[in-house]
């Protein structure tokens, strides 16, 4: 059993900038990140692979999110830049026991408890 931690939610602007941690309590394999809006499905952000060689990332957030991994700290991070009203959502990390980019919920195994981002105008 894997336990994922997230933090650095919080409000921002418009524009600005949050960085997102997770820190596992074991070994994860592909790692991502999901988000979740009031009244809306639970939808893929971005992915990464155990060694952090290859990545993917949702249309709406490419060229502003960043996802990145220190396996010796055990912890995944997303960069999130000019970020949009439309971002706003609860965040949630997501560890699978699988290898190879995952982009839908059912892949993964573990998911941590969320984090809130909320932008404003």
Same mark, same amino acid.
């Given at each position: 059993?894997?336990?994922?931690?997230?933090?650095?939610?919080g409000?921002?602007? *418009?524009g @600005? $900038?949050?960085?997102?941690?997770?820190? !596992?309590?074991?070994r994860? #394999?592909?790692?991502?990140?999901?988000?979740?809006?009031?009244?809306?499905?639970?939808?893929?952000?971005?992915?990464?692979? *155990?060694? @952090? $060689?290859?990545?993917?990332?949702?249309? !709406?957030?490419?060229?502003? #999110?960043t996802?990145?991994?220190?396996?010796?700290?055990?912890?995944?991070?997303?960069?999130?830049?000019?970020?949009?009203?439309?971002?706003?959502a609860?965040?949630?990390?997501?560890?699978?026991?699988?290898?190879?980019?995952?982009?839908?919920?059912?892949?993964?195994?573990?998911?941590?408890?969320?984090?809130?981002?909320?932008?404003?105008?």
């Open positions: 059993q894997v336990q994922l931690v997230e933090s650095g939610g409000l921002v602007q *418009a @600005g $900038s949050l960085r997102l941690s997770c820190a !596992a309590s074991g994860t #394999f592909t790692m991502g990140w999901f988000r979740q809006a009031p009244g809306k499905e639970r939808e893929f952000v971005c992915s990464i692979t *155990a060694r @952090g $060689s290859s990545t993917a990332y949702a249309d !709406a957030v490419k060229g502003r #999110f996802i990145s991994r220190d396996n010796g700290k055990k912890s995944v991070y997303l960069q999130m830049n000019s970020l949009k009203l439309e971002d706003t609860v965040y949630y990390c997501a560890a699978s026991k699988l290898m190879g980019l995952l982009t839908t919920t059912s892949g993964y195994d573990y998911w941590g408890q969320g984090t809130q981002v909320t932008v404003s105008s």
